[in-house]
T-cell receptor
Framework: DGGITQSPKYLFRKEGQNVTLSCEQNLNHDAMYWYRQDPGQGLRLIYY???????QKGDIAEGYSVSREKKESFPLTVTSAQKNPTAFYLC?????????????FGEGSWLTVV | AQTVTQSQPEMSVQEAETVTLSCTYD???????LFWYKQPPSRQMILVIRQEAYKQQNATENRFSVNFQKAAKSFSLKISDSQLGDTAMYFC??????????FGKGTLLTVNP
């Protein structure tokens, strides 16, 4: 089936550790995005990539890093510099359809610092 | 910079009735897009409806329709014949040419039997 796959669904991190969240899509979409959602809040953009080997910071990039070596993959690393990483993380990708662009989301990953 | 405001943190409606969720936005872009997403308890973000700002006609998807007032920067969502499965968090979002979406804080809609 085509779609966006995020893994793991649940992840626990100890203080001072880096962790990487995986995002893979087989939709042949060029653009990919990472969002963070905190309780009672909307989504906030962390990083986005319009094309392979290129990415830009979003509104809350500090403490995060990404790579885009393949069109299908856009992993997000939460570094120890991110002071409050506990949140729900959503990956998305964008298609260019005949009726316009649409953004589709993966099922998300929960990250908890223990 | 873009901002999106949803002024109703929570709303409730009886099954089969109609409900309208409010959204206002501000953007400096000339070409932009507006979206409503639904987030059920599973946390999956599901696209409900989208609107291109250059189109005057309001978008409609089955029981869901929008009232797009460009001059007022208003983008409300109307849900007709509400169903129990419509219970979810609803987010309004706007995006420009690069589709960097800015989201509102959401409205929790509860459909009562």
């Amino acid at each position: 089936d085509g779609g966006i796959t995020q893994s793991p669904k649940y992840l626990f991190r100890k203080e001072g550790q880096n962790v990487t969240l995986s995002c893979e899509q087989n939709l042949n979409h060029d653009a990919m995005y990472w969002y963070r959602q905190d309780p009672g809040q909307g989504l906030r953009l962390i990083y986005y990539s319009q094309i392979v080997n290129d990415f830009q910071k979003g509104d809350i990039a500090e403490g995060y890093s990404v790579s885009r070596e393949k069109k299908e993959s856009f992993p997000l690393t939460v570094t120890s510099a991110q002071k409050n990483p506990t949140a729900f993380y959503l990956c998305a990708s964008r298609n260019r359809g005949p009726t316009g662009n649409t953004i589709y989301f993966g099922e998300g990953s929960w990250l908890t610092v223990v | 910079a873009q901002t999106v405001t949803q002024s109703q943190p929570e709303m409730s409606v009886q099954e089969a009735e109609t409900v309208t969720l409010s959204c206002t936005y501000d953007t400096s872009e000339n070409n932009y897009y507006l979206f409503w997403y639904k987030q059920p308890p599973s946390r999956q973000m599901i696209l409900v409806i989208r609107q291109e700002a250059y189109k005057q006609q309001n978008a409609t998807e089955n029981r869901f329709s929008v009232n797009f007032q460009k001059a007022a920067k208003s983008f409300s969502l109307k849900i007709s014949d509400s169903q129990l499965g419509d219970t979810a968090m609803y987010f309004c979002a706007s995006g420009g040419s690069n589709y960097k979406l800015t989201f509102g804080k959401g409205t929790l809609l509860t459909v009562n039997p």
